[in-house]
């Protein structure tokens, strides 16, 4: 006999707050679990303790594999609410036929829980510098952004020497953006000012420009020619970063990058959109200098009992099996460096990523800090071997709203090119 899915109330569901036994499954989209309102409920953000588990990756053949990685497991009962009835039901009839026995529904998360201020829920605190699709779709269509009145908005379309990328199919009214305009290939870190301050006003960016970023994930027969990683949304969140540095006040990435904006089904242009200059940048440059740190300062940090580098690299990296690129030749890691495991190799961020490329949800990538004893209550700066990998985990604690967040811009590239400087190989004692 087939078990029956349960429909629960609100009093059940507060009964299995931080219960290990109940698991809460959010099978909105990621931006609703996020924090974004996207059916005009009264608070954003998820059920404490909800897993998110998007409708949407159902279609997926290797479904039960995510929810496996998730740590769902069938000796828990399953609690699944969404928006729509029809789809948290359709998501617990998959838990069923997985085998998972106790499985129950909550129909009332709109009207009834996130109406409810003293019912307990969490969100990213930053989320909103996270967008997805509608919401810059909004934009384009309406010239009206939601949730804010600045009336000076550039989409950057974000590449590494691949014109062609934007050229082939890009969201309307995108520009292009070079990542090389924002970083100097001789060392991968970050350009001086005086340049930062030209190539940004040549895209048309001052200080008080919201910026949209986004980038394709690519897969190019060559990986060892994009450093950091073969996929160009990863170049879009550093743009974000160096954006940031720089004093730009208002910038936002693409949630899934271009693949969402496909996802969507909404138009794409091949149009090349020309950029319009501006004159004046309006601030100092950098702005915010805080979010670099480089060599010198790396080095004071590792000496400190309030700070931590964080390598944001591969085990083979971190270990000083590779060197993770073509154009390193010494193999190693910075000693006393803390390991930060991006994934498989140079090119690959999955463990900060969901299957569809959106940014993994954040409990998730806090709970792999917190197992390697990254906290938020020190100074942390990100790197890995060129910096992008480096920007988008630093990317994701801004977001989280931690402190003290920078990137080392150097990372292993600059470290290893000095002999003077030290470095160990080998599994860490």
Same mark, same amino acid.
Request: charged share 25%; proline share 6%.
């Given at each position: 006999?087939?078990?029956?899915?349960?429909?629960?109330?609100?009093?059940?569901?507060?009964?299995?707050?931080?219960?290990?036994?109940?698991?809460?499954?959010?099978?909105?989209?990621?931006?609703?679990?996020?924090?974004?309102?996207?059916?005009?409920?009264?608070?954003?953000?998820?059920?404490?303790?909800?897993?998110?588990?998007?409708?949407?990756?159902?279609?997926?053949?290797?479904?039960?594999?995510?929810?496996?990685?998730?740590?769902?497991?069938?000796?828990?009962? *399953?609690?699944?609410?969404?928006?729509?009835?029809?789809?948290?039901?359709?998501?617990?009839?998959?838990?069923?036929?997985?085998? $998972?026995?106790?499985?129950?529904?909550?129909?009332?998360?709109?009207?009834?829980?996130?109406?409810?201020?003293?019912?307990?829920?969490?969100?990213? &605190?930053?989320?909103?510098?996270?967008?997805?699709?509608?919401?810059?779709?909004?934009?384009?269509?309406?010239?009206?952004?939601?949730?804010?009145?600045?009336?000076?908005?550039?989409?950057?379309?974000?590449?590494?020497?691949?014109?062609? &990328?934007?050229?082939?199919?890009?969201?309307?009214?995108?520009?292009?953006?070079?990542?090389?305009?924002?970083?100097?290939?001789?060392?991968?870190?970050?350009?001086?000012?005086?340049?930062?301050?030209?190539?940004?006003?040549?895209?048309?960016?001052?200080?008080?420009?919201?910026?949209?970023?986004?980038?394709?994930?690519?897969?190019?027969?060559?990986?060892?020619?994009?450093?950091?990683?073969?996929?160009?949304?990863?170049?879009?969140?550093?743009?974000?970063?160096?954006?940031?540095?720089?004093?730009?006040?208002?910038?936002?990435?693409?949630?899934?990058?271009?693949?969402?904006?496909?996802?969507?089904?909404?138009?794409?242009?091949?149009?090349?959109?020309?950029?319009?200059?501006?004159?004046?940048?309006? &601030?100092?440059?950098?702005?915010?200098?805080?979010?670099?740190?480089?060599?010198?300062?790396?080095?004071?940090?590792?000496?400190?009992?309030?700070?931590?580098? *964080?390598?944001?690299?591969?085990?083979?990296?971190?270990? !000083?099996?590779?060197?993770? $690129?073509?154009?390193?030749?010494?193999?190693?890691?910075?000693?006393?460096?803390?390991?930060?495991?991006?994934?498989?190799?140079?090119?690959?961020?999955?463990? $900060?990523?969901?299957?569809?490329?959106?940014?993994?949800?954040?409990?998730?990538?806090?709970?792999?800090?917190?197992?390697?004893?990254?906290?938020?209550?020190?100074?942390?700066?990100? $790197?890995?071997?060129?910096?992008?990998?480096?920007?988008?985990?630093?990317?994701?604690?801004?977001?989280?709203?931690?402190?003290?967040?920078?990137?080392?811009?150097? !990372?292993?590239?600059?470290?290893?090119?000095?002999?003077?400087?030290?470095?160990?190989?080998? *599994?860490?004692?």
């Amino acid at each position: 006999m087939t078990p029956k899915i349960q429909e629960l109330t609100a009093e059940d569901i507060k009964k299995s707050l931080n219960n290990p036994e109940i698991r809460l499954i959010d099978v909105r989209p990621t931006e609703a679990y996020n924090g974004w309102q996207l059916k005009k409920e009264k608070r954003g953000g998820h059920i404490k303790g909800a897993k998110s588990l998007p409708f949407k990756w159902s279609n997926y053949m290797d479904w039960i594999e995510i929810v496996r990685a998730k740590e769902i497991t069938p000796k828990q009962k *399953i609690i699944v609410y969404g928006y729509s009835e029809d789809e948290a039901k359709k998501v617990a009839k998959l838990f069923l036929k997985a085998n $998972y026995p106790d499985v129950g529904i909550y129909n009332k998360f709109i009207e009834e829980w996130s109406a409810n201020p003293e019912f307990p829920m969490e969100l990213l &605190a930053k989320h909103k510098n996270l967008v997805y699709p509608n919401w810059i779709k909004n934009i384009i269509d309406t010239g009206k952004p939601m949730s804010f009145e600045n009336k000076k908005v550039v989409i950057c379309h974000a590449h590494y020497r691949n014109r062609d &990328a934007y050229l082939s199919g890009h969201i309307p009214g995108a520009i292009d953006i070079d990542t090389l305009a924002l970083e100097a290939p001789e060392t991968w870190n970050r350009r001086s000012p005086e340049e930062l301050e030209k190539a940004l006003l040549q895209h048309g960016i001052t200080a008080d420009t919201t910026v949209i970023l986004y980038g394709k994930f690519l897969h190019p027969d060559n990986a060892d020619d994009f450093p950091g990683s073969a996929a160009g949304h990863i170049g879009a969140i550093r743009c974000a970063f160096i954006m940031m540095y720089a004093g730009v006040k208002d910038v936002r990435v693409l949630n899934g990058g271009f693949q969402s904006w496909k996802d969507a089904g909404f138009e794409i242009s091949t149009k090349d959109v020309e950029k319009i200059p501006e004159t004046d940048f309006g &601030a100092k440059i950098p702005g915010k200098p805080e979010l670099a740190v480089d060599i010198e300062e790396a080095k004071e940090m590792l000496k400190s009992d309030d700070a931590d580098l *964080i390598s944001v690299r591969s085990w083979a990296e971190f270990i !000083g099996e590779v060197s993770g $690129y073509n154009y390193i030749e010494k193999k190693g890691r910075i000693p006393g460096a803390v390991f930060g495991n991006c994934g498989t190799d140079a090119y690959h961020m999955e463990n $900060y990523r969901n299957p569809d490329h959106t940014t993994r949800e954040f409990h998730e990538i806090e709970k792999i800090w917190k197992d390697a004893g990254i906290t938020q209550n020190k100074h942390l700066a990100f $790197y890995c071997g060129t910096g992008w990998r480096g920007s988008e985990a630093f990317y994701n604690a801004w977001l989280m709203a931690w402190p003290r967040v920078s990137v080392f811009d150097g !990372g292993w590239f600059e470290w290893s090119n000095d002999p003077n400087n030290p470095f160990e190989t080998g *599994i860490p004692e």
